[in-house]
Structures are given as structure tokens and as C-alpha cells.
């Protein structure tokens, strides 16, 4: 499908370890940062959120499958971001391989987080281990910050070796019956991990953007703010379980300029909250809830770092 040849994959991470007299497979990893290299000095990506693949060989699941490919031949992006809920099954792990297939064979460098539900039915690891000798998925489970929490790590676009942009991905955790919400949440430790290398990024005068499933609470601000784009018809914000001070960091260390999320199906909008976009993806799982046309939010960055982004659904393609 990809047809431009944009784009090199460096420093992709295989989490596979190889598994001898059955003992447990460690899937964390170093903190190194992965690597995309760019042809030029722009970046789009492709947001798709909350798959919520379910049998398989079912229409929905396989609309969904087939509107993603749809979608990414539309826009040409330079990577796609899933942004959690990939299965909610039993069948989880077995769908997750099914969806690694189908995207390794668009030939475009891919990533993905973890979301709420993969682990109603089955552990983070059993979707790990589906994971053997990936092409273009660019995704490590990164370093042990949190018991339980797999995939914080940074993906490092760059044009000619120079580093263009980071991208933060960030595990927003599960369910959490001991909270309000009854949803999990990013614990200091990770929000710590966040602030040391974003303060590298200050001095490196590297910007970057963030991507998480479960929105946090500063979303809720939406109500008295001027709407870029979208709509908010879930009729709640459900924000992660506490607050651990995730939007205080990035306006602190002033270099992350977008947090994306989905997990609210219901929800698509976005606006700018001191200097920091706030964005709900477009939810693309035909087998999940909501009202909303199914589709993928597309994030633009140019050359001179200007942000901006547009929902795309299906029947514009």
C-alpha cells in the first residue's frame, strides 16, 4: 500500500525473548529511545482508538480491520498510533495477532498502548508474546517504572539524523475499583519517568506530543473552552481514577505541545488548554459502542513545528 518510501525504522524493538524449560518470559526493556527516521521535515500520524476487536471473523471486526487500511492509504501517514482498547474478548491475544498481520502487510511503521480493556480477560503479556520479528511495529514494553505497566516509551523522528520530534507513549493503566471513577491511572513513578526525559528535551530544544488511552482529568475543562473541532456526546469525561499531575509536567517542562487519547467513544473533540492541545481521537471499532461515525484523528506537524490536526471518518474517504 505504501507507496513513497518515506520513512526507515531504526532501533525497533523485538520483545520476544525466547522462553527455555518454561520459565517467565521478562518482557521489560531498556530506556532507550526507538528511532523513525523521516524523508522530510514534516510528520503526520494516524490516530485510530478503541478497536474493540471481539470475534474476529465477524463483519464489524472485520469493517474495522478494513477501515483502517482504507483510511491509512487516504492520508499516507508516516505512522500510526492505536491508542489502546485494541480487543475486548477472551480471545484477546489471538485478535491482537490477527491485527499485527494485517498491519505489518501496509508496510507503514506502526505503534500502539495499552488500554482498559485488554486485560479483562487475559494479561499484557499474553499479547506480548504475539509479537515475532515485527517489520514496521516500532514499540517496546520499556522499563519496569510500574509493576503492571507496559509500554512507556519514547519513539524519536528524525530528518537526515537529526532528531525532529519525540513522542511519548504512555501506559494509562486498567480498571481500578479503589477510586471514584473505578478507573486506573499513571502513578508518580511514571509521571517522574515523563518529567526527567522531558527535561532533556528542554535542553535539547526537542518538542514532542504524548499518547495515552484514558484522558486525564484537565479534559474536563472543555466546558469552558472554545472547541477546535468535534463533539462531546459521552456525556462525562472519564478521566483516569487520579490525578498524579501529568498536565503540571508538560506545562512545566513546555515541550510536549498535544496529549491524544480516546477510551470516551462518544467524544472526538479538542481544544488548547494553556498552550497544550488536548484531543480525543475518532473512534474506529465497529464493535464498540457510540454513536460516531467511525474513523481516525490525523496529526500534522510542519517544518517550522506547527501543530494541527482533523478528524477523518468514513464516508469522506
Sequence with gaps: MKTRGRWLLLGTAVLCLSSCGGETLDYYTDDS?????????????????????????????????????????????????????????????????????????????????????????????????????????????????????????????????????????????????????????????????YRTHAAQDQIDGLESLAFMHMPIVQYEDYATSTLIDGVMEEGVICYQGVDTGFFDAMVDEGMTKGLFVGHDHNNNFSFMKDGILLAYGQSTGYNGYGILERGARIIDVDAGHVLSSYLLVESEL
Design 33 to 193: 529511545v526507538l528511532t523513525l527516521s523521516l524523508p522530510e521535515s514534516s510528520l503526520r500520524i494516524m490516530q485510530v482508538t478503541d478497536l474493540h476487536l471481539t470475534y474476529g471473523i465477524d463483519y464489524h471486526d472485520r469493517m474495522t480491520l478494513r477501515l483502517i487500511e482504507d483510511m491509512a492509504e487516504y492520508t499516507d501517514p508516516d505512522l500510526i498510533v492505536i491508542t489502546g482498547d485494541i480487543a475486548m474478548s477472551p480471545m484477546g491475544p489471538s485478535l491482537f495477532k490477527t491485527l499485527y498481520n494485517r498491519m505489518e502487510r501496509l508496510q507503514i511503521p506502526w505503534t500502539f498502548v495499552f488500554g482498559n480493556h485488554e486485560t479483562d480477560f487475559k494479561d499484557y503479556t499474553r499479547y506480548l508474546a504475539q509479537i515475532q520479528d515485527p517489520e514496521y511495529l516500532i514499540f517496546k514494553a520499556g522499563p519496569e517504572i510500574t509493576t503492571g505497566s507496559y509500554g512507556n516509551f519514547i519513539i524519536q523522528t528524525e530528518v537526515s539524523g537529526t532528531p525532529f520530534m519525540n513522542l511519548y507513549m504512555m501506559d494509562s493503566r486498567t480498571e481500578n475499583d479503589n477510586t471514584l471513577s473505578g478507573y486506573d491511572y499513571m502513578t508518580l513513578d511514571q509521571v517522574a519517568w
